[in-house]
């Protein structure tokens, strides 16, 4: 078992910044990569941002260069650092967290909203 926590969640103003925290707990051994998805109303769950155990992390295009994610092994928790935010960047955030067998957890979401 691997409890997932999500915090970070906010209404910002277009240009603005927020960061998100996902803490694992439990079952965290022989951890591949944690990271980030995010779901818009009415699209597709897609891949934001994930970092490996060994350090390498990878970013969807529309979010380089203003998103970053870093993890702190010592406490299993992952960041998501979000500046410049857009309209766009509106949707719910998920934790994903991913095991050396592929298999997979997910967190609750957290609510990001970009709006003037």
């Known amino acids: 078992q691997v409890r997932l926590v999500e915090s970070g969640g906010d209404l910002v103003h277009p240009g603005g910044s927020l960061r998100l925290s996902c803490a694992a707990s439990?079952?965290?051994?022989?951890?591949?990569?944690m990271g980030w998805y995010r779901q818009a109303t009415g699209k597709q769950r897609e891949m934001v941002a994930r970092?490996?155990?060994?350090?390498?992390?990878n970013y969807a295009d529309s979010v380089k260069g203003r998103f970053t994610i870093s993890r702190d092994n010592a406490k299993n928790t992952v960041y998501l650092q979000m500046t410049s935010l857009k309209p766009e960047d509106t949707a719910v955030y998920y934790c994903?967290?991913?095991?050396?067998?592929?298999?997979?957890?997910w967190g609750q979401g957290t609510q990001v909203t970009v709006s003037s």
């Open positions: 439990g079952s965290i051994f022989n951890i591949y990569s």
């Open positions: 994903y967290l991913e095991w050396l067998d592929r298999q997979g957890h």
């Open positions: 970092i490996t155990s060994g350090g390498s992390s």
